[in-house]
């Protein structure tokens, strides 16, 4: 799908639109994976193989895909040293802090919800 810059008012950015740029956005921040990353470097600043072990069960390809993702939408900063190796390091953005706010309150609502979710599940699946 090919979307059209957005250069309108907020209703043409409408989430329903299949050529809409917040469309967009909305589907590549609402992976597990992105929502995973985004709330561990909210702690902080990490290098790749420190957010790939707090990401458990992601694989190298995915983490690197959803960082360059994270990056291009402007939500993660990563920044290079000049050294050798070289060290490569990520960090939310403005943005990324403000969306992790969204995310933590994600994750907050699932624990809450948790047991409700296994028992309807349960109940569904029988």
């Given at each position: 799908m090919v979307t059209k810059e957005f250069s309108g008012s907020p209703d043409e950015a409408a989430?329903?639109?299949a050529d809409s740029?917040?469309?967009e956005i909305f589907s590549d921040i609402a992976n597990k994976w992105a929502l995973l990353i985004i709330e561990s470097l909210g702690e902080g600043t990490l290098r790749f193989s420190e957010l790939r072990s707090e990401v458990e069960g992601i694989s190298h390809k995915m983490l690197?895909?959803?960082l360059r993702m994270l990056e291009r939408n402007g939500l993660v900063d990563r920044k290079v040293h000049p050294t050798v190796p070289p060290r490569v390091e990520y960090t939310l953005t403005e943005p990324g802090q403000?969306?992790?706010a969204t995310v933590?309150?994600?994750c907050a609502?699932?624990?809450l919800h948790l047991g409700h979710i296994e028992t309807s599940r349960r109940r569904f699946d029988a």
């Open positions: 989430l329903r639109r740029l917040a469309r690197t895909q959803n403000a969306l992790r933590d309150g994600m609502w699932t624990q």
